[in-house]
């Protein structure tokens, strides 16, 4: 199980952009595919992101496609989502997680691909 702090999130206006950063500790591997996720109150948890171990293959919702980018940076045991143009129906609390598992452009859209999550951070686009 490997530990994940998400950061960077709060209040931003519509048209910003803001960029979370996910931090991963703890026992095990640190090289994961990491994924982030979203939930806007009485929504379904929502896929977002994600990105492969080595950084080379991400897929993307349809929704943030055009506005999002996902990197990470093994060095440091960090991924980032970095939002442009975010608008009020972005508003939700994110979630960063991990997964043992290769990685897939549909397996990581589906939250049971994987293993650890982030306590989640809020995100609030104000219009």
């Known amino acids: 199980q490997v530990q994940l702090v998400e950061s960077g999130g709060g209040l931003v206006q519509a048209g910003g952009s803001l960029r979370l950063s996910c931090a991963a500790s703890?026992?095990?591997?640190?090289?994961?595919?990491m994924g982030w996720f979203r939930q806007a109150p009485g929504k379904e948890r929502e896929f977002v992101v994600a990105?492969?171990?080595?950084?080379?293959?991400?897929a993307y919702a349809d929704s943030m496609k055009g506005r999002a980018t996902i990197s990470r940076d093994n060095a440091k045991n960090t991924v980032y989502l970095q939002m442009n143009s975010l608008k009020p129906e972005d508003t939700a609390v994110y979630y960063c997680?991990?997964?043992?598992?290769?990685?897939?452009?549909?397996?990581?859209?589906?939250?049971?691909?994987?293993?650890?999550w982030g306590q989640g951070i809020q995100v609030t686009v104000s219009s």
């Open positions: 997680a991990a997964s043992r598992t290769a990685f897939s452009s549909t397996l990581h859209t589906r939250s049971n691909a994987y293993e650890s």
């Open positions: 703890g026992r095990g591997s640190s090289y994961y595919v």
């Open positions: 990105i492969s171990r080595g950084g080379t293959g991400t």
